[in-house]
């Protein structure tokens, strides 16, 4: 059986509920992603893999997404890549999961809506809200933005908002 550690987890077991309540995030529109984000940005994740640090006390997902296009402030790299707590470590029987992180697949294209610094160990804002797979939604074979949690949009309108947003 898999070891997964779950920060939450910690966290209840330490009797911190304050701080278990204060990670719960608030829900966030597409336009208010787009307001909050410094940028937003569409690209394929090219690579996703696990490893621990130097002491072993902590596991990061390192994420490198190619970058197709910059929806709101020109993103200064071709390459995202990103550090993220938490991930699986590929022949070890251990992982360590952190609630609200987004979840990346290789070779899935994403729109992305980061803070001012994606170089940050939470570099997507408000956790699953601000990461969108960009597919055919199984239920209508349309382009769609489908994100980790929430309503699936149709891409042309997740397009729309996210330009209305930006008073364009």
């Given amino acids: 059986?898999?070891?997964?550690?779950?920060?939450?987890?910690?966290i209840v077991l330490s009797g911190n509920w304050s701080a278990l309540h204060s990670a719960q995030l608030i829900p966030m529109s597409v336009e208010d992603l787009t307001r909050e984000a410094t940028y937003?940005?569409?690209?394929?994740?090219?690579?996703?893999?696990?490893?621990w640090n130097a002491d072993r006390t902590q596991i990061y997902t390192y994420v490198s997404i190619a970058v197709s296009r910059s929806i709101k402030q020109d993103f200064p790299l071709p390459i995202l890549e990103m550090r993220l707590l938490g991930g699986e470590?590929?022949?070890?029987d251990i992982g360590?999961?952190?609630?609200?992180?987004?979840?990346?697949?290789?070779?899935?294209?994403?729109?992305?809506?980061?803070?001012?610094?994606?170089?940050s160990l939470t570099p997507v804002i408000s956790g699953t809200q601000g990461a969108f797979v960009v597919t055919a939604d199984p239920a209508t074979g349309q382009l769609a933005a489908i994100p980790q949690e929430g309503q699936v949009v149709p891409k042309s309108e997740f397009d729309r908002r996210i330009q209305q947003a930006l008073g364009r």
Avoid: R
Avoid at 89 to 92: N, Q, S
Avoid at 97 to 102: G, I
């Fill in 1 to 10: 059986m898999k070891k997964l550690l779950f920060i939450a987890a910690a």
């Fill in 40 to 51: 937003v940005i569409e690209g394929q994740v090219l690579s996703v893999n696990s490893s």
């Fill in 89 to 92: 470590i590929p022949g070890e």
């Fill in 96 to 119: 360590m999961e952190v609630y609200e992180l987004p979840k990346f697949v290789p070779a899935t294209n994403v729109v992305l809506f980061l803070g001012q610094n994606p170089q």
